[in-house]
């Protein structure tokens, strides 16, 4: 074993996540500090935040009130089990995340990212099926382009590609409904696409083909976000719930970067006004500051399984961290600074000036489509002819290095999704830099 002081061999040894490896070690881009709407590199650059880390700073960086409460915890209670025991903190904040979800959504569970938050759905979506006596209900149905994290469940109910094809057979007895995006007939739409409501009447076909009395679930995001931004058209999550109530599934909502404000309301289930059967959420809970995630469940759900001797548990799942310490006295310190500085609210009203100014870009050269919705926005650039990826890549290293501007790049599509603390001057800094970018990149 080598000596912990050993002298480490720099970039080498990390396997960088969703990262060409190689390229990144080539010229790394790092983030060494963070304040606000702003990291900051080791050598002391600021660079804009366009895209709150991950879809998840949605307060802003390093938020003191929310600093100070992780530090109090990691003094008071650095670790509690959380099987058998609890502390009083899970208590309060599944109170307060249950009385920001819509209707009778009165339950929360807790793990630690979105992948599990997912895992965690879908388990409870065939154990409450079972507890009612029909078990046979196993089926789940997700959407192509559809992101759910990348454990074995999130990948298989998931529909990117590129994230299921090296992965074997995954779960079984998944099936998908198709994306709801066609550029031909949605192409740069502000919000809820008028087009594609029709996408979800598939639901109809594969229930026809499977039987309803096999399939547990649908799991979708309101918006599909990881994929590029895709607004739901209207009228389809409505359709999506009306079709799974009649058919006894359970809909879950995959909120892990449409709540805690990012569509101008906590939840987007609140925005469309739908009551889904479980809201997944992480990121925007703590802020990102601490890792945390969990689903919020209807009352019948949790009621489901309170059966068989008191004694026994109900629900054999849980995580060793689910509701950390650390993350609840993050999560309750991250709701107040968004009660308190009206985030939703802000984030709601800045919709129309953030979607005008991502819209200016439309006449920038290789502009495909643009889509607004809430404070996040999907741009397409066109890739360069048989090479998918290398103008977004092309613009990611820019930006870093050129323009101090962070925007997440997935292959040619650059979505920007600023902190709900973002001023009009903000979005203003962010879509320069980008139309440089973008002219850079032509
Ligand atoms: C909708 C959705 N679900 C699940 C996940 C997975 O979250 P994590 O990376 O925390 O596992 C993500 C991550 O971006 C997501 O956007």
Request: charge should be neutral; proline fraction near 6%.
């Amino acid at each position: 074993m080598a000596p912990l002081d050993m002298k480490p061999n720099e970039l080498e040894p990390y396997w960088l996540p969703f990262t060409p490896n190689r390229s990144f070690k080539k010229r790394p881009r790092l983030f060494s500090g963070a304040k606000g709407m702003h990291y900051v590199t080791p050598d002391g650059r600021k660079v804009i935040d366009g895209t709150s880390g991950l879809f998840c700073v949605n307060a802003g960086h390093a938020r003191e009130p929310i600093v100070k409460a992780i530090q109090q915890a990691a003094a008071q209670l650095d670790f509690s089990p959380p099987f058998q025991y609890a502390h009083p903190g899970v208590f309060e904040l599944s109170s307060r995340l249950t009385l920001l979800a819509p209707g009778d959504l009165d339950y929360c569970l807790f793990a630690n990212s979105g992948s599990e938050a997912v895992d965690t759905a879908l388990k409870v979506a065939l154990a409450y099926h079972r507890n009612r006596g029909e078990g046979g209900r196993t089926r789940f149905i997700g959407r192509e382009r559809g992101y759910h994290g990348v454990g074995f469940g999130g990948i298989s109910v998931g529909g990117m590609v590129a994230n299921r094809k090296m992965f074997g057979n995954m779960l079984t007895g998944i099936d998908h409904l198709p994306s709801t995006y066609n550029r031909s007939k949605q192409a740069f739409s502000k919000q809820e696409p008028d087009w594609g409501a029709e996408t979800a009447d598939e639901l109809t076909r594969l229930i026809g083909l499977h039987d309803a009395s096999t399939i547990a679930a649908v799991i979708v995001e309101p918006v599909a976000g990881s994929t590029g931004c895709l607004p739901p058209p209207k009228g389809y999550l409505e359709k999506l719930r009306q079709i799974t109530e009649q058919h006894g599934i359970l809909l879950i909502f995959d909120e892990v970067i449409t709540g805690f404000g990012r569509l101008g309301s906590c939840f987007a289930a609140e925005r469309y006004n739908i009551v889904p059967d479980m809201i997944t959420f992480a990121k925007g809970v703590t802020n990102a500051s601490v890792p945390m995630s969990g689903v919020i469940v209807r009352k019948g759900i949790y009621e489901a399984h309170m059966n068989g001797p008191e004694h026994m548990v109900e629900l054999f799942h849980g995580y060793t961290y689910s509701g950390h310490p650390l993350a609840v006295a993050a999560g309750l310190a991250t709701l107040d600074v968004y009660r308190d500085e009206g985030l939703f609210e802000r984030s709601k009203a800045l919709e129309a000036k953030f979607a005008d100014a991502m819209m200016s870009l439309r006449s920038k050269p290789h502009v495909v489509d643009i889509r607004p919705i809430g404070l996040i926005c999907g741009i397409d650039l066109e890739p360069i002819a048989g090479k998918p990826g290398v103008r977004g890549y092309d613009a990611l290293e820019r930006m870093y290095h050129e323009y101090d501007l962070y925007v997440r790049v997935t292959a040619d599509t650059l979505v920007v999704a600023p902190p709900l603390i973002a001023t009009e001057s903000d979005i203003a800094d962010i879509t320069e830099r980008m139309a440089k970018v973008i002219d850079a990149v032509a």
